[in-house]
């Protein structure tokens, strides 16, 4: 079939990622393609996550429930804004967000819209997702109805899978990649690595393995709001192996036993692309190491070297000059989380791909705009 003789129509979106460290708006126009297609399955090939399937073109195609299939013609606008809500519960004593990160949020939120409203969208052209954090406090849905009535956007509390299934797409249709490429996405709350037949859920994110660092290699109080800066590199090592033998005990992991036997679509990938915005442990492990795009594990080492030993103010003046960076306490467990990673899933080299959070799945999944 060929999709240049489709009917298509041009609508322009928002979409809204509202994640465990920030809040993520990207608008752009969406060439929707208004087709039945039949999504081409080869006989013994698995298909690609979550029954969706990647056409030429990068066109996104739904195989099941949906008559569409979508690109992005054009991002007109992208930004995230650090919320640091997923390090709020982590503080918490009774797991709830507190009432001065929610204020934090519902303004952020505020301002988001405005912004998407500004580009011409309304908010039946507008849709979001809600990730980990809201998953996990006692208070998240509650807070989520709150920013949604604020806000006039209806916000989708997502699973982990739906949230990998949306990292993949985001990669595959913003970026050219190999057959066999795996994505990964790594918030403040958890990780997604995802294939063309499986995923790998991680647990914790950013500020979960920067409150191990301060609870259980540390011995400190992480409720106090301290900062496990500067970190020795006795301190990072032992973050790395106790992540490590983490992700070796959780459901669903690989197993102590499987350590060295990781899953072959992951260790056999010809590259992993990391996703992520100015944030995003990837982009900062390029920063360290001084631009570069693709890393390997020895070298995320090299850069650990380079960021242990520094107080807060030396890694902020560093690494964390940008507007709405992430406070220098996350830079050393940062790279921590992301060696630790490759080493036990033997991931030979990962490329930083910059995108807004998931948004640009989210833009060309139709189940997000029933109403446009």
């Known amino acids: 079939m060929n999709c240049s003789s489709l009917a298509t129509t041009l609508v322009r979106r928002a979409a809204f990622d509202i994640g465990s460290g920030a809040m993520k708006l990207q608008v752009a126009d969406v060439v929707l393609l208004l087709h039945a297609m039949q999504a081409p399955i080869v006989a013994g090939q698995a298909p690609l996550p979550f029954d969706y399937h990647l056409a030429p073109l990068l066109h996104v195609v739904e195989s099941v429930g949906s008559s569409f299939v979508h690109r992005i013609e054009k991002v007109v606008f992208g ?36 912004k998407a409203t500004e580009l011409g969208c309304t908010t039946h052209s507008m849709a979001g997702i809600a990730t980990a954090v809201f998953r996990r406090a006692h208070n998240g849905k509650d807070y989520l109805d709150d920013l949604q009535e604020q806000s006039g956007v209806k916000l ?54 920067t409150k191990m660092c301060v609870e259980e290699v540390q011995a400190k109080d992480y409720e106090s709001g301290i900062s496990p800066n500067p970190m020795s590199l006795s301190d990072a090592n032992q973050l790395i192996r106790l992540i490590q033998h983490k992700l070796s005990s959780v459901p669903g992991g690989i197993g102590a036993a499987d350590i060295v036997d990781p899953p072959p679509w992951i260790a056999t990938a010809p590259i992993v692309l990391g996703i992520g915005g100015p944030n995003a442990i990837f982009c900062l492990a390029s920063e360290v190491l001084g631009g570069q795009a693709e890393y390997t594990a020895a070298e995320i080492r090299s850069a650990i070297s380079k960021v242990v030993g520094h107080t807060d103010n030396e890694l902020a003046a560093q690494w964390c000059t940008k507007d709405n960076s992430d406070p220098p306490k996350f830079v050393v467990t940062k790279l921590c989380l992301l060696c630790a990673v490759m080493e036990l899933l033997h991931i030979r080299r990962v490329r930083f791909v910059p995108v807004i959070g998931c948004c640009a799945g989210v833009l060309v999944s139709e189940k997000y705009f029933p109403a446009e």
């Open 156 to 209: 989708e509390l997502v699973s982990q899978e739906e949230e990998a299934r949306l990292g993949y797409i985001t990669a595959r249709t913003l970026t050219p990649s190999p057959d066999g490429a795996v994505v990964w996405d790594s918030g403040g709350g958890s990780f997604q690595i995802t294939g063309t037949a499986a995923t790998y859920l991680g647990p914790f994110g950013a500020s979960g393995a």
């Open 79 to 114: 930004e995230e804004h650090p919320v640091m809500l997923g390090d709020d519960l982590n503080k918490s004593i009774n797991n709830c967000l507190s009432a001065e990160i929610r204020a934090t949020g519902l303004t952020t939120i505020s301002r988001l819209v405005t």
